[in-house]
C-alpha cells in the first residue's frame, strides 16, 4: 500500500541523492525527500521567499529579532501557500465523489503544526532558504510554537495519527472537535508534587486555524418538547424555549503527505447568541445577560482531564451535545445542499466514526434533526442512523465507562431524552425476541440502568445505534467479545471487529528521527515514509558492520540531544553511554509505573551493597500527568521524585544509576524522548491496556521492549519475535484466574528482593522528613484486593531486566535487535490502521 500519488509517484524511484546531506544538528532538512515534485507552478522558493517577507516587515508590530513573531510569520507563511489545496479539497469534497467520513472526537492532540506542515508540503528546504536572510533559525522558530494539547493521552493523540493517515490516503475526512480556550494542565513540580497550571495556548493567538463565522450552526438547550397531530393523522415533536448557543468553526488544516490534499480538523467554539441575551437587555438585567453569555462560552473553555472524579459533571454533557450537534447540522447542511433534502443516499455517502462514547449523544441528536428539522419518520431516520454511525471502544476499564444521569438529560436535553426512551423501548423488543421470558437480560441490556438514580449507558446506546463496534487491539477486541460486551457479541456478532491501532510514520519517524530517517532513506529510498512496510527491507543489514555503526551513531547522537532536555528540566545528566530505559505515558495504576520505581529502588539496593556484577549503567526516565483528582497517581509522582533524589545525590549510585521525572510531557516531548530510548517500559497489568501507542512509537525509532502481554505488545510480539522482545509477567487470562484468592505474601515471601525493596520502603527511607506518605502506595501493594499485582509480577520483571542488562552489554546484539524492531514496525503504521476502517468499516473508496 503506498500513499504516494500522481506525479509524485512517476518520480518516486529517481531520488537525487546528491542533495541529501548529513546533517548533524536534529533538522528536518535532513528528510526533505528533494525527489518530490512541487505543488506551484511559479518558483515556489521565491513565492514563499515574497510572502514571508510581507509577513515579517507588512505586518504591523512584528519584529524581525522576537522569535514569537517571526515564528507566527512564518506559520502564517506556510498556510498561505496552503490556502488554495485547501479551498481545492473542500470544493472536490463538497461534490461527493467519494464517501465523506466525520471523526467526531471529544481530544485531538494535534501537537505543534509547523514542522509537519514542512514535511508534508515538502517546504522544508525552502523555508530554510528563505530564513537565511533573517537572524532566526527554523529549528528555533519551530520550538517556539506551543502545542495544541486538545487531548488527555492516547486517545486524542490517535485521533491526530488517524486524521495524518486519513489525508495522506487521500480520504475526505474531516475531524470534527472541540476548539477548547484551555487544553491539558500544565504539570509543575513543587517538592516533589504534581501542581496544575492553565494551558493558555492561544494566549498569543493561533496562526493555522480560519475563523469560519458564516458557517456558524446553532445548538439549543433546556426548554421543553410538545408535541402535535398534524392533518394526517402523524404526530409531530417540537423542541421549545430552548437557550441556544452559537457554534463557530474554527478550521485547521491537515495537510496529506505530498499528495495536494489538505483536509480540515474543524473544532467548535461557543458564543452566546444575540437573541440569547436580548429578552434582559430589555427588561434590563444587564449584569444578568452578561453572565449568560458567559455561561454559553463556558462550553468550550476547558478540556476535561481523564479523571474519574470528574465524571457526571453537566458541563462535560454539555460540551458532548455542543459538539455532537453542531458536527451533525454542519454534515447534514452539507449533504442537503448538494441532494436537497432526499436522504436516501445519505448512509451511502456519509460515515460518522464516534471516538469512543464521548460523543455518542450524536445518535438521538441524529434522529432528532432527521424527524425533527426534516421530517423523516421514525424507520426513515433509524435506517438512516443505524448505517451511517460507528463506534469504538478504547478501554475495558469501568471507571471509564460513561453513564449520564436521566434527570440530568431531562433537564438540559428533554427531547434526546425522549428518543433515547423511544430507541430503548423498540431496541428491547429485539432482545426479548432473542431471549424470550429472560426478564434479567432486559435489564442487563437495558440503555437505561434502572434504580435509585436511573442513567443512560452511553456505551450500550452506541452499540445499539452503531453498524460496526471495533476494539483497538487483537486482545481487546476479544474481551470485548467475551467479556464487557458479550450479550451484545451474542446478539450482533457482525457488528464487532478489531482495527489494532498504529501511529503516524511522518510525525514518529520522519520528523521527529530525522537521523535515522536519512539513514534509512540512504539505504531504502524514501518510499517507506507512505509504505512503512518496506522497512522489513533492513533484516538484510543486521549483519552490515557500517550499518551497524552508523545505526549506533544516530541513536547516541539522538541521546546527546535529550540529555540537554532532562538537564535543562530535570537538573540531572544524563550520559549517553549510559541505557536509557524509559516509561512516558499517563500516570495510573494499571500501567504500573510502581513496578518501575521498585526496581530502580531494587537496583539502588543493589549497588548501594556493592552487588554490581552484571548490573549495566542505567538513565531510568518517568514523564507523565496524573488526573488533578486521582490521590494515588500523584503520590507515584512524589514517590518517584524522592526515590530520584536519593539515587542522584548518591556518588557512589551515579555511576551506575540516575533517575528523573520528567515534568509536563506533551507531544513535542515524546518527539524528543522516542528517538533517543534505547529500552521501552509497557508493563500494564495484562489485560488493562487496550492497545497503547506510545509502545509503537519507541518501537519505530529502535528501542527495546520490555513488557507484558498487553495490548498491542501482544501483535508487537508477533512482529519482532520473542528474542527481540523482553517479556515477563502474568497474562489476561492469569489475572483474571489469580484474582479471587491474590495473596501478595505470598510473593513477597518467594521475592527477597521484593522484600529488602518494601523494608526499605516502610524504614521511610526516602521520606525521612516527611512521614507516612507513602504507607497508602505500601497498602496497595500488600492488599490482596490489589487489582494491578504488582507484588505478582515483581520477580518476572526483576529477572527480565537482569537480561535486557545482559543483553545490553553486548551492544552488537543489542543494535541488531534494535534494528530488527524498526523493521518489523510497519504494520504498526497509521496508514495500515486507517486503510483497514477505509475498507471494512468506512467502505469509502
Ligand atoms: C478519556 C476521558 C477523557 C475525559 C473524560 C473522560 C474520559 C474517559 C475515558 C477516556 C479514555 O478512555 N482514554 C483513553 S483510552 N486513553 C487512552 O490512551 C486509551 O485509548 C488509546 C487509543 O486507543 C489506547 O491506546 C489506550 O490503551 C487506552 O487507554
Not at 511 to 520: S, V
Amino acid at each position: 500500500m503506498t500513499v504516494t500519488k500522481g506525479k509524485a509517484r512517476e518520480k518516486k524511484n529517481t531520488v537525487k541523492t546528491a542533495k541529501i546531506k548529513v546533517s548533524e544538528k536534529t533538522s528536518p532538512k535532513a528528510v526533505s525527500a528533494s525527489d518530490q515534485v512541487k505543488q506551484h507552478d511559479c518558483d515556489p522558493c521565491e513565492a514563499l521567499d515574497a510572502t514571508f517577507k510581507r509577513q515579517v516587515q507588512g505586518v504591523l508590530g512584528r519584529d524581525e529579532n522576537a522569535t514569537n513573531d517571526m515564528y507566527s510569520a512564518l506559520a502564517s507563511t506556510i498556510k498561505l501557500q496552503l490556502l488554495e489545496q485547501w479551498r481545492e479539497t473542500r470544493l472536490k469534497d463538497n461534490q461527493y465523489q467519494q464517501k465523506q467520513v466525520a471523526y467526531l472526537s471529544l481530544e485531538f492532540l494535534m501537537g505543534r503544526t509547523l514542522g509537519n506542515a514542512l514535511l508534508s508540503l515538502d517546504l522544508t528546504d525552502d523555508t530554510h532558504a528563505a530564513l537565511k536572510q533573517y537572524s532566526a533559525d527554523l529549528e528555533t522558530l519551530q520550538e517556539a510554537e506551543l502545542d495544541a494539547g486538545l487531548g488527555n493521552g492516547g486517545l486524542g493523540r490517535l485521533a491526530a495519527c488517524f486524521l495524518d493517515s486519513c489525508a495522506s490516503l487521500d480520504l475526505a475526512v474531516v475531524g470534527y472537535g472541540i476548539r477548547y480556550e484551555y487544553g491539558m494542565f500544565k504539570q509543575k513540580l513543587v517538592d516533589g508534587y504534581q501542581v496544575e497550571q492553565p494551558d493558555r495556548w492561544l494566549r498569543e493567538g493561533n496562526p493555522w486555524e480560519v475563523r469560519m463565522a458564516n458557517h456558524a450552526i446553532t445548538v439549543p438547550f433546556f426548554g421543553h418538547t410538545e408535541s402535535y397531530v398534524d392533518l394526517k393523522g402523524h404526530r409531530h415533536y417540537v423542541w421549545i424555549d430552548t437557550q441556544d448557543v452559537n457554534a463557530i468553526p474554527h478550521d485547521m488544516p491537515v495537510p496529506g503527505f505530498r499528495n495536494g490534499r489538505i483536509n480540515t480538523l474543524r473544532l467548535w467554539k461557543a458564543e452566546a447568541t444575540d437573541d440569547f441575551d436580548l429578552a434582559e437587555f430589555n427588561d434590563g438585567d444587564y449584569t444578568e445577560a452578561v453572565a449568560r453569555k458567559n455561561l454559553a462560552e463556558q462550553i468550550t473553555m476547558v478540556l476535561y482531564p481523564n479523571d474519574a472524579s470528574e465524571n457526571g459533571k453537566e458541563l462535560r454533557l454539555r460540551q458532548q451535545y455542543f459538539l455532537s450537534s453542531a458536527s451533525l447540522q454542519d454534515i447534514i447542511q452539507r449533504y442537503v445542499a448538494v441532494h436537497g433534502t432526499d436522504f436516501s443516499r445519505f448512509s451511502e455517502l456519509n460515515v460518522m466514526q464516534l471516538n469512543d462514547t464521548h460523543p455518542s449523544i450524536a445518535v438521538p441528536e441524529m434522529m432528532r434533526l432527521l424527524m425533527d428539522s426534516h421530517g423523516l419518520n421514525w424507520d426513515q431516520a433509524w435506517a438512516i442512523t443505524s448505517k451511517s454511525v460507528a463506534y469504538t471502544n478504547h478501554t475495558l476499564l469501568p471507571e471509564a465507562l460513561e453513564r449520564w444521569p436521566v434527570r440530568m438529560l431531562k433537564h438540559m436535553l428533554p427531547r434526546i431524552l425522549d428518543i433515547i426512551y423511544e430507541i430503548n423501548a423498540r431496541y428491547l423488543e429485539d432482545v426479548a425476541h432473542h431471549w424470550p421470558g429472560d426478564n434479567d437480560k432486559l435489564a442487563a441490556m437495558s440503555i437505561i440502568e434502572e434504580g435509585h438514580e436511573p442513567h443512560v449507558r452511553m456505551a450500550y446506546l452506541a452499540i445499539v445505534a452503531s453498524f460496526s463496534v471495533n476494539g483497538v487491539a487483537g486482545l481487546h477486541t476479544k474481551l470485548l467479545k467475551s467479556g464487557l460486551f458479550n450479550d451484545f457479541y451474542q446478539l450482533w456478532p457482525d457488528k464487532f471487529n478489531n482495527k489494532t491501532n498504529g501511529v503516524t510514520p511522518r510525525r514518529w519517524l520522519a520528523h521527529c528521527n530525522p537521523r535515522l530517517a536519512q539513514l534509512l532513506t540512504r539505504r531504502l529510498g524514501d518510499s517507506w515514509m507512505t509504505d512503512l512496510t518496506q522497512l522489513t527491507a533492513l533484516n538484510a543489514f543486521t549483519d552490515d558492520k557500517a550499518f551497524i555503526k552508523q545505526w549506533q551513531a544516530v541513536k547516541y547522537d539522538n541521546k546527546v540531544d535529550l540529555t540537554k532536555l532532562i538537564a535543562q528540566e530535570c537538573e540531572v545528566v544524563f550520559e549517553p553511554e549510559m541505557m536509557f530505559d524509559v516509561q512516558v505515558k499517563r500516570i495510573h495504576e494499571y500501567k504500573r509505573q510502581l513496578l518501575n520505581i521498585l526496581h530502580v529502588i531494587h537496583l539502588y539496593q543493589r549497588i548501594v551493597a556493592d552487588d554490581t556484577e552484571g548490573l549495566q549503567p542505567r538513565c531510568v526516565l518517568i514523564g507523565g500527568k496524573a488526573a488533578p483528582g486521582y490521590a494515588m497517581a500523584k503520590q507515584i509522582i512524589k514517590l518517584a521524585n524522592n526515590v530520584a533524589h536519593m539515587v542522584n545525590s548518591d556518588p557512589l549510585v551515579t555511576p551506575f544509576l540516575r533517575f528523573a521525572f520528567l515534568p509536563n510531557y506533551n507531544v513535542s516531548a515524546m518527539e524528543k524522548i522516542c528517538p533517543a530510548t534505547d529500552l521501552s517500559e509497557q508493563i500494564s497489568t495484562a489485560g488493562k491496556e487496550a492497545s497503547g501507542t506510545g509502545n509503537m512509537k519507541f518501537m519505530m525509532n529502535g528501542a527495546m521492549t520490555i513488557g507484558t502481554l498487553d495490548g498491542a505488545n501482544i501483535e508487537m510480539l508477533e512482529e519482532v519475535g520473542e528474542d527481540n522482545f523482553f517479556l515477563f509477567g502474568l497474562n489476561a487470562d492469569e489475572v483474571s484466574q489469580l484474582k479471587p484468592h491474590y495473596n501478595p505474601q505470598q510473593y513477597i515471601q518467594q521475592s527477597p528482593a521484593l522484600g529488602h525493596v518494601l523494608e526499605m520502603l516502610k524504614s521511610g527511607h526516602f521520606n525521612l522528613v516527611e512521614p507516612g506518605i507513602f504507607d497508602s502506595i505500601i497498602a496497595a501493594i500488600e492488599d490482596p484486593y490489589d487489582q494491578w499485582m504488582i507484588a505478582a509480577d515483581f520477580e518476572a520483571y526483576r529477572v527480565a531486566q537482569e537480561k535486557v542488562s545482559q543483553v545490553y552489554a553486548d551492544q552488537h546484539h543489542w543494535t541488531q535487535m534494535s534494528i530488527r524492531n524498526t523493521a518489523a514496525s510497519g504494520r504498526f503504521s497509521s496508514d495500515n490502521t486507517i486503510s483497514a476502517y477505509r475498507d471494512e468499516i468506512w467502505h469509502a473508496k
